[in-house]
């Protein structure tokens, strides 16, 4: 049975930088049929894919155009895990963020959510 | 502004049959798979359909899915009180390179 544990603050400082880890249990990080996504959902945005990273034969990363340029996720094999980065957040990014699962074309595994406030 | 337009609201008394409707556009609906997600307060989305008609394991057969086109269906029929929830599409986008999910509808069981 594939899990994903969520961990990191729930609030981050108006241009600073937040971060998130998904831990991963009956399922590998470099699985070659799966991809490790973040998304996120607030009242006004709804639920908004952010980015994923996958290995197939080397790593790769997509994400979405309108945050392209603050975020990284990072794949950590060594812990079966990974992680967000959104740098420079403003209050437009107060929302709950998800880490996802997806396999087969359809996200089939979801974190818990971790609600984070951007506020100083 | 979601790319997948759903409706923001549906209801129905218990017993009855209820739609949701899904539009999309041939980047994502109309070339790949549409999947669905029930999602109560507080809680994660959970996958409710896949590949357009699949039920995952566990997901009574009172829920349904349908595609044509450019447009995908979740059909509950025999509604309950426990069916009040959120309902969400989603589809890959193959212009965006991305996921894709619709703005969701408040189901409400009357």
């Known amino acids: 049975q594939v899990q994903l544990q969520q961990s990191g603050p729930g609030l981050a400082k108006p241009s600073q930088t937040l971060s998130l880890t998904c831990a991963i249990s009956?399922?590998?990080?470099?699985?070659?049929?799966?991809?490790w996504n973040w998304i996120r959902q607030s009242p006004s945005r709804g639920l908004e894919w952010l980015g994923r990273?996958?290995?197939?034969?080397?790593?790769?990363?997509e994400y979405v155009v309108s945050v392209k340029s603050r975020i990284t996720i990072n794949p950590d094999t060594s812990k079966n895990q990974f992680s967000l980065q959104l740098k420079f957040v403003t209050p437009e990014d107060t929302a709950v963020y998800y880490c996802?699962?997806?396999?087969?074309?359809?996200?089939?595994?979801w974190g818990q959510g971790t609600l984070v406030t951007v506020s100083s | 502004q979601s790319v997948l337009t759903q409706p923001p609201s549906a209801s129905g008394t218990p017993g009855q049959r209820v739609t949701i409707s899904c539009s999309g556009s041939?980047?994502?609906?109309?070339?790949?798979?549409v999947s669905w997600y029930q999602q109560f307060p507080g809680t994660a989305p959970k996958l409710l359909i896949d590949?357009?008609?699949q039920r995952p394991s566990g997901v009574p057969d009172r829920f349904s899915g349908s595609k044509s086109g450019m447009s995908a269906s979740l059909a509950i029929s025999g509604l309950q009180s426990e069916d009040e929830a959120d309902y969400y599409c989603?589809?890959?986008?193959?212009?965006?390179?991305?996921?894709?999910f619709g703005g969701g509808t408040k189901l409400t069981v009357l």
């Open positions: 996802a699962r997806t396999h087969s074309g359809r996200v089939d595994i």
């Open positions: 009956g399922d590998s990080v470099s699985s070659n049929s799966a991809a």
């Open positions: 990273t996958y290995y197939r034969s080397k790593w790769y990363n």
């Open positions: 041939s980047s994502n609906i109309g070339r790949d798979i």
């Open positions: 590949s357009n008609n």
């Open positions: 989603a589809s890959w986008d193959g212009s965006l390179n991305g996921w894709l």
